[in-house]
T-cell receptor, first 115, second 115 residues
């Protein structure tokens, strides 16, 4: 069974600094995708970044990058140059290959960016 | 032009009542989902449908009955509401076979409060 673990219930970072949000996963399936979503206080789920299990390079999207270490089964999210608007819940998720397969979420990390 | 829309956004009702939440997506996706987010922000899948066919049915009480009249709509009906049903219910959709990302597109959520 798939499992996603986010060990940091809350994180604090100063504005303009970088922050890493941890995520480890567990699956025996060789084909999977890893996702990060942001949920601001307004409640919507915003897709941030995706990493496929066969991707050779770490995914990047603007200020977001995913530090993918397959052997360690970790997929940490790095946010560079934090902004006040980055304060939100961040969820790591995994999905097995297959289209209709469900997305399994971690418990989330609440990030607070301080001015 | 909202991609995944849910109605109502807020629902307050008494224990024992029956209520429905509707979801529509205009992305042309094949697969739709219902997720429940509890008070601790944990997101858990409830159901998924692919082209109107039930694919995933997690251990959800049978008071919850999804219905998909066509692949663009997935409704959730809840009978005999209980206090523990209070949560935010998210509808989502994805395109089967898209393994470059296969991200889920989420609706804005429907906050159900059972008194």
């Amino acid at each position: 069974a798939q499992k996603i673990t986010q060990t940091q219930p809350g994180m604090f970072v100063q504005e303009k600094e970088a922050v890493t949000l941890d995520c480890t996963y567990d699956t025996s399936d060789p084909s999977y995708g890893l996702f990060w979503y942001k949920q601001p206080s307004s409640g919507e789920m915003i897709f941030l970044i995706y990493q496929g299990s066969y991707d050779q390079q770490n995914a990047t999207e603007g200020r977001y990058s995913l530090n993918f270490q397959k052997a360690r089964k970790s997929a940490n999210l790095v946010i560079s140059a934090s902004q006040l608007g980055d304060s939100a819940m961040y969820f790591c998720a995994m999905r097995l290959q297959g289209g209709s397969e469900k997305l399994v979420f971690g418990k989330g990390t609440k990030l607070t960016v301080n001015p | 032009d909202t991609a995944v829309s849910q109605t109502p956004k807020y629902l307050v009702t008494q224990m024992g009542n029956d209520k429905s939440i509707k979801c529509e997506q205009n992305l042309g996706h094949d697969t739709m989902y219902w997720y429940k987010q509890d008070s601790k922000k944990f997101l858990k899948i409830m159901f998924s449908y692919n082209n109107k066919e039930l694919i995933i049915n997690e251990t959800v009480p049978n008071r919850f009955s999804p219905k998909s009249p066509d692949k663009a709509h997935l409704n959730l009906h809840i009978n005999s509401l209980e206090l523990g049903d209070s949560a935010v219910y998210f509808c989502a959709s994805s395109q089967e076979g898209r393994w470059d990302s296969g991200e889920l597109f989420f609706g804005e959520g429907s906050r159900l409060t059972v008194l």
